[in-house]
């Protein structure tokens, strides 16, 4: 196998909008950058397709940083702030406003019809949160700018593992998913910036076709795994996606804040109480504040059609606009060839399925528990806000930082032995003659997850979850194959998925309460009223997860 290796002052690993935005920061401040993409950046991550709106503060519309943010945690997107340290939140709807404008000058139109637009994710009464913006082609612009100011982009390379240990980072080890070729990273600071966890941990609203999903299927906390591997702490790994926002059924596409209707139930009835017509400024924030108990088959209730009908000619535009702008163009295009009207038809929309969520910790100049190793976006507190400005602050605390530091030598025996095991595992994966494949391992963990990880929990379920998530974990290791890097990717991808579902249960059956968002326990119905504020974080000591409950404002230093 081929082995590469680069130098750098900056290392980020994923060029989506966190990623992108360091890289732009980091090289305009001098810093010599590498951005790694296990995809392309041009059409990569959440936002490869386009994204509508971005949380940030305008005094002038929201009045008072402490109105902003309880009006915008009445709804659901506004709500993860609970669970992120003030300081973290606060930086993000600060200095949102000046990441916007900075994108506006680069060519993503930030406004609509030369003004600050906040609609949609809208209580009837109270501003709107988010700045309405085109982002189609964000990822090509972000992706220029990079260019343009010196950062090199390394497309096609998955980030595997972090180099040096829990005292300080020294750089990573990749591997080509297109080449036999393992790359060597050496640089003074890391910045991860590899997104979410996308579909593959529980199953999927239709199982059998994985990546039809919101979320790309090639993410899965490869970040925050190797984080976690290298000693830095997480948070929050207990927590499930809210099967509460309606997504359109069969599609499973975004746009919960671009769509201009009203959700009603078959017999006509509204949902929610907040519209009975379609209008531009609201759109039907009832998808947000509903839980999952809105529309569930096992209770007979629903489904939940969204109803745009008696629309106005302006606002079907502006709505067609925004859904064009979220990543919606391949079902604008199908609807019209199939002859779906939004002034005619209603369109049936369906909960969106179990996520896993979970967060590196970080503090508001985007540091982890970790010297050198900073991170951006979905790996902690995301949304397109959140990623932008935390994009922006990572690629300069980065740069101060390596322009202290030296370039750390990189083949230290621990080093070594790390990306010795890589490069077997990957070998091995490639050269078994029998054996599952990527998709069936894949599947086994998201059945295993759905059926006794799910967010109604017990601890005897729980715990034979987690054997099952072990056992089952070090059989991957041992039997998967590949016949090509691309399944040689969804392999490596799968273990990371292993490595942090037996996180997801373990820190479930530390949490012995219910809490509205996080999970239902049938043997601690309750809501602990102590756990409020604190948050359960997890880490590696001496090869074991070891689980801290800590206060939510408490900081790194
Ligand atoms: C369809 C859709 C619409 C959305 N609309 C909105 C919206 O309007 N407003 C809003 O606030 N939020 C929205 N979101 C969420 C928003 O897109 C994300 O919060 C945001 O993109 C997060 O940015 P990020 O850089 O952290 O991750 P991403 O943009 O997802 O980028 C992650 C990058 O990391 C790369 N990567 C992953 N693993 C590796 C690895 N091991 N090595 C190297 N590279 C890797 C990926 O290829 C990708 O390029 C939407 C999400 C979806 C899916």
Redesign the pocket.
């Known amino acids: 196998m081929k082995t590469e290796k680069v130098e750098t002052d900056v290392l980020i690993?994923?060029?989506?909008?966190?990623?992108?935005t360091a890289a732009i920061h980091a090289a305009e401040l001098g810093a010599k950058v590498v951005v790694?993409?296990?995809?392309n950046?041009l059409h990569?991550?959440?936002?490869?397709?386009?994204?509508?709106?971005?949380?940030a503060y305008i005094p002038e519309i929201h009045g008072t940083l402490d109105q902003y943010i309880e009006n915008y945690g009445k709804g659901q997107?506004g709500a993860t702030s609970r669970t992120t340290p003030r300081a973290v939140a606060v930086t993000h709807y600060t200095r949102a406003l000046e990441v916007a404008q900075l994108w506006d000058a680069w060519g993503i139109p930030m406004k609509y019809k030369g003004r600050w637009e906040c609609c949609g994710h809208r209580f009837p009464g109270l501003p709107g949160p988010?700045i309405k913006y085109a982002?189609a082609k964000q990822k090509q612009v972000l992706t220029e700018q990079s260019l343009k100011r010196g950062a090199e982009i390394i497309n096609r390379?998955?980030?595997?593992d972090l180099l040096g240990d829990a005292k300080g980072v020294t750089g990573a080890v990749?591997v080509d998913t297109r080449q036999d070729r393992i790359v060597e990273f050496a640089a003074k600071a890391v910045i991860l910036?590899?997104?979410?966890i996308g579909p593959r941990m529980y199953l999927g609203a239709t199982p059998a076709l994985m990546g039809n999903d919101?979320?790309?299927f090639?993410?899965?906390g490869?970040?925050r795994a190797?984080a976690y591997r290298l000693g830095a702490e997480l948070y929050q790994m207990e927590t499930g996606g809210l099967p509460t926002l309606p997504q359109l059924k069969n599609y499973l596409?975004?746009?919960k804040?671009?769509w201009v209707g009203v959700f009603r139930y078959p017999d006509g009835r509204p949902v929610g109480p907040y519209v009975t017509k379609p209008d531009h400024r609201f759109g039907d924030i009832i998808s947000e504040v509903g839980s999952g108990e809105l529309f569930d088959p096992a209770t007979g209730k629903g489904p939940i059609w969204m109803d745009c009908r008696g629309i106005t000619d302006d606002d079907l535009e502006y709505m067609e606009w925004f859904l064009f702008n979220?990543?919606n163009k391949g079902d604008l295009d199908h609807m019209r060839e199939e002859g779906i009207d939004f002034r005619k038809h209603q369109i049936l929309f369906w909960p969106t399925p179990t996520r896993s969520r979970g967060k590196i910790w970080q503090n508001e100049k985007a540091e982890t528990s970790i010297k050198g190793l900073y991170c951006?976006?979905?790996?902690s507190h995301?949304?397109?806000?959140?990623?932008a400005v935390f994009?922006w602050v990572s690629g300069e605390e980065a740069t101060k930082y390596a322009k202290k530091a030296k370039l750390p030598s990189p083949d230290k025996e621990r080093d070594k032995a790390k990306i010795a095991h890589w490069k077997s595992s990957i070998e091995a994966i490639q050269t078994r003659q029998y054996g599952p494949n990527w998709e069936d391992a894949n599947v086994a963990l998201q059945h295993t997850m759905n059926d006794f990880a799910g967010l109604t929990r017990t601890e005897p379920i729980l715990e034979t979850g987690l054997a099952h998530v072990r056992r089952l974990r070090k059989k991957v290791d041992t039997i998967m194959r590949a016949v090509n890097r691309w399944e040689l990717t969804r392999c490596l991808?799968t273990i990371n998925l292993y490595d942090l579902a037996e996180l997801v249960i373990l820190a479930a059956l530390e949490r012995k309460e219910s809490r509205v968002g996080t999970q239902k326990r049938l043997d601690y119905e309750y809501t602990n009223p102590l756990l409020g504020g604190k948050v359960l974080v997890v880490k590696k000591v001496a090869d074991k997860p070891v689980l801290e409950w800590r206060e939510i404002q408490q900081t790194i230093k």
Do not use: F, Y
Request: hydrophobic share 30%.
């Open positions: 690993l994923g060029g989506g909008i966190a990623g992108l790694a993409d296990k995809c950046t990569s991550g959440s936002g490869r397709a386009g994204n509508d709106d971005m949380a997107a988010h982002g390379v998955m980030g595997l990749g910036a590899t997104g979410g919101t979320s790309p090639t993410l899965t490869d970040g190797a596409r975004a746009g804040g671009s979220e990543g951006a976006g979905d790996e995301g949304g397109i806000g959140g990623a994009g991808e």
